[in-house]
């Protein structure tokens, strides 16, 4: 991913997108609607995810993220943030951001410039689900597993159901064969 931000000509990114950071992080976010939480990747450095106080426990079991930015107020988001981002002396770089996701509402956008004048905001909404398209070895490994695993399901379930009852079973024949 550190490369693709690298080729993109970015000097940082901030992911917001839930699927988006579930895929990178391996966190689910389930409940995190209260305001933008971002991943900030930077190239040679370790991620940061930016989080409500309220999360960051399941972020620090549930994630593969050890440096936690967190805050407990929706203003906040944009202090806290910005805090980061000069921390990583990000504040007047290139930065790319999930423009079109509706987990970064241009409010947010606006607060985040109006603590950091200087940053140069670009669009990099389809940056991560580029990345994410191109499986590797591993990935295709896993998804064959999981293939096999949901067809050995689907087999051992529908013939459960159709010795539990012949209703039943006229059901199963009906509905999905």
Known sequence: ???????AGLDA????????????TGYSGAGSSFAPHPLILTPGREPTFVVRKFDEENVRAF?????IGPYTQRYEFRIVSADV???LNLHNKRVGMELDRSSLAPADVTALH???????IVDASRLVAAVAAVKSHVEIQALQ???IITDLLLVHFTKCFATVS??????????IG
């Open 1 to 7: 991913m550190l490369e693709a931000v690298e080729r």
């Open 13 to 24: 990114l901030l992911v917001t997108a839930q699927s988006h950071l579930r895929y990178l």
């Open 63 to 67: 994630s593969c993220i050890n440096e």
């Open 85 to 87: 981002l000069r921390r």
């Open 114 to 120: 109006h603590e950091l004048p200087d940053l140069k």
């Open 145 to 147: 597993k999981a293939a």
């Open 166 to 175: 012949p209703r039943l079973k006229w059901l199963l024949e009906s509905k």
